[in-house]
């Protein structure tokens, strides 16, 4: 499909850009694909500082299934979660599994 089974990439381009991962498995400053781990990462199933996917674990994650500091979508697991089922310190769903904060 043109797509590398694995794709690591750190630095800078010859323009300047910071280089982006594109691959089945992703890893690096910037990550695309099925496996995506990095500071900006965006797949199936995505691990970063920024994180969006179907699956997705970071500090500000946007998913199906969501977890970290700032945790947003249908199933949201974070310090603050927002979601329709959610459970962390300060949420805001419409089914909370747990929270510490009412």
Do not use: C
Request: proline content about 2%; cysteine-free; aromatic content about 6%.
């Amino acid at each position: 499909m043109g797509a590398p089974l694995v794709h690591v990439a750190f630095g800078h381009d010859a323009a300047g850009r910071a280089r982006t991962a594109r691959g089945v498995v992703a890893i690096g400053q910037r990550a695309v694909g099925g496996v995506a781990i990095g500071i900006l990462a965006a797949g199936l199933v995505s691990f970063g500082v920024v994180s969006v996917g179907a699956f997705s674990l970071g500090v500000v994650s946007v998913a199906l299934v969501a977890g970290g500091a700032n945790a947003f979508g249908p199933l949201a697991i974070g310090v603050v979660a927002v979601g329709y089922e959610v459970g962390g310190v300060a949420t805001l769903g419409w089914k909370v599994l747990f929270s510490v904060a009412g």
